[in-house]
Each structure stands twice: as structure tokens, then as C-alpha cells.
Nanobody
Framework: VQLQASGGGLVQAGESLRLSCAAS????????VGWFRQATGKEREFVGR????????YYTASIKGRSTLSRDIARNTVYLQINNLKPEDTAVYYC????????????WGQGTQVTVSS
């Protein structure tokens, strides 16, 4: 499966963004789609995931409570909306896919830049 992340941009603190992860090549059926981010000079950080079949979501503390993961089955796309963005959310955001609950992220999107100004 090939993934393409989009939807990043430059926003002010307190605003929202919806990131998209569009899949092609095959359906995301039976996959888990995860989101990661990497700020300049820092290691890549896992921020959340959604099971394609179940719709069950998980968020790390860094975005929990102000984020929503959703999926559009018809579009084979996963969305990550982050509200109340903070300057510390500034990073390149990546989506990745793992088959089932293996945790082996086998496919990665190219990343989309999110910049939050204070």
C-alpha cells in the first residue's frame, strides 16, 4: 500500500488542522494506520493510530483530548484532526500502515509540515 500525507500548513496557536493520509494500491482493510511526527532535531514520535476495520483509536498524551482520528472507507483515507494547536506541535507529520496489530509499520507517507506560530 502506498500512502500520501497532506493537509499541513502554517497556522497560529489555537487553530486547527486536519491532516489526510490517502492510500492507494490496495484497500486499507485489515491495516492499522498510525501517525507520527518529527520535529527538527528530535526523534520521530508516535502520536496515534486507528484500526481500519474496527475504528478503534489510540492517542498519546501529546495530542489526546484535542485530536480526532477518523477514516473514510470510500476514499481509503485516514484523517487526523488536531485542535488547539500549540507551537510544540510544529513538526513533519507522517502516516504509516501496519498489517493488523503487528506494530510493524511497513508503509510510510512522505510527510506533511505543520508549523504553529505563537
Amino acid at each position: 500500500v502506498q500512502l500520501q500525507a497532506s493537509g499541513g500548513g502554517l497556522v497560529q496557536a489555537g487553530e486547527s488542522l486536519r491532516l489526510s493520509c490517502a492510500a492507494s494500491g490496495r484497500t486499507l482493510n485489515a491495516y492499522t494506520v498510525g501517525w507520527f511526527r518529527q520535529a527538527t532535531g528530535k526523534e520521530r514520535e508516535f502520536v496515534g493510530r486507528v484500526g481500519w476495520n474496527s475504528g478503534v483509536t489510540y492517542y498519546t498524551a501529546s495530542i489526546k483530548g484535542r485530536s480526532t482520528l477518523s477514516r473514510d472507507i470510500a476514499r481509503n483515507t485516514v484523517y487526523l484532526q488536531i485542535n488547539n494547536l500549540k507551537p510544540e506541535d510544529t513538526a513533519v507529520y507522517y502516516c504509516a500502515a501496519a498489517l493488523g496489530a503487528t506494530g510493524k509499520w511497513e508503509s510510510w507517507g512522505q510527510g506533511t509540515q505543520v508549523t504553529v506560530s505563537s
